[in-house]
């Protein structure tokens, strides 16, 4: 038996305890601060040739990035990337703010409906 007994069952995968910390991010231009997408329009004429509505040849879209890092030690470059393409100055976009209050509700008596609406307009006898 080699190795030291802390070592016994352990697969070499994240701590226990960061649990709380989601899944992990891939290191791709679409999830890094630095990297603006292409336009909504790019995308569209993009999405309509892969589904073969139109027969337009259309590039990829790609987005840019004035921080782009191939090795270290060199400079940093201005790049047009594509969404999964990754360099070493990724930096994770901080995630994006929960949304309340804009869901649309429906409150039931039995089986009749008493009120609906949105959810920030709910009356305080039904909270």
């Keep these: ?74 400079p940093l470059a201005f790049s047009a990337t594509v969404d999964t393409f990754g360099c070493l100055n990724f930096a994770a976009k901080p995630p994006a703010p929960i949304r309340r209050g804009h869901g649309f509700v429906t409150v039931y008596d039995g089986d009749r409906i008493v009120w609906q609406g949105h959810e920030e307009d709910l009356p305080e006898e039904y909270l």
């Design 1 to 74: 038996m080699t190795g030291s007994r802390s070592s016994i069952g352990h697969n070499g995968g994240p701590a226990l305890d960061d649990e709380d910390s989601g899944p992990p991010t891939p290191h791709y231009c679409k999830y890094c601060r630095h990297w603006s997408p292409p336009s909504d329009w790019e995308v569209r004429a993009y999405e309509t040739f892969q589904l073969g509505i139109s027969k337009r040849r259309v590039k990829r879209p790609s987005g840019t990035c004035d921080r782009v890092l191939m090795q270290h030690g060199k």
